[in-house]
C-alpha cells in the first residue's frame, strides 16, 4: 500500500477497545441480558463495577460511562464505577484516573 491508500484506511478506522463507550455498553448490554435470563427468580442489577489494573483503560472507560449516565439524567440507568487492582499494569505512582482503590 502507498502512503495515500494506508491514510484512507486509517480515517475510516474506529476504535472499539478500552475505555471507549461501545466496548462498555457492550458489556453492560451482555450483563443485563444474562441478569433477565434467569427469571424470577434471577438477579437485578443496579449498579456496574469496572475492576481493573490499567487506570488509563479500565478506570477512564468506567468515569467516562459514569459521566454519560449523569448526563443522561435517566433515573433508571445504572451507575459506573472504576476500583484499581495494583496488580498487573498498574505501577506505583501511576494516576489513579478517579478510581477507587
Excluded at 500500500?1 to 471507549?20: A, C, H, S, V
Excluded at 463507550?21 to 434471577?42: N, S, V, W, Y
Excluded at 448526563?71 to 459506573?80: D, P, V
Aim: contains cysteine; negative net charge; aromatic residues 6%.
Amino acid at each position: 500500500l502507498n502512503r495515500e491508500e494506508i491514510d484512507d484506511r486509517l480515517n475510516d478506522f474506529i476504535q472499539f477497545g478500552k475505555p471507549e463507550p461501545a466496548q462498555f455498553i457492550h458489556a453492560r448490554t451482555a450483563a443485563l441480558t444474562q441478569a433477565e435470563g434467569k427469571g424470577q427468580d434471577g438477579c437485578s442489577i443496579s449498579h456496574f463495577y469496572m475492576v481493573g489494573d490499567n487506570p488509563r483503560s479500565d478506570i477512564t472507560g468506567a468515569v467516562r460511562m459514569q459521566k454519560l449516565v449523569a448526563e443522561s439524567k435517566n433515573e433508571r440507568a445504572h451507575g459506573w464505577s472504576g476500583m484499581l487492582v495494583k496488580t498487573g499494569v498498574w505501577q506505583e505512582g501511576d494516576d489513579t484516573m478517579g478510581a477507587s482503590e
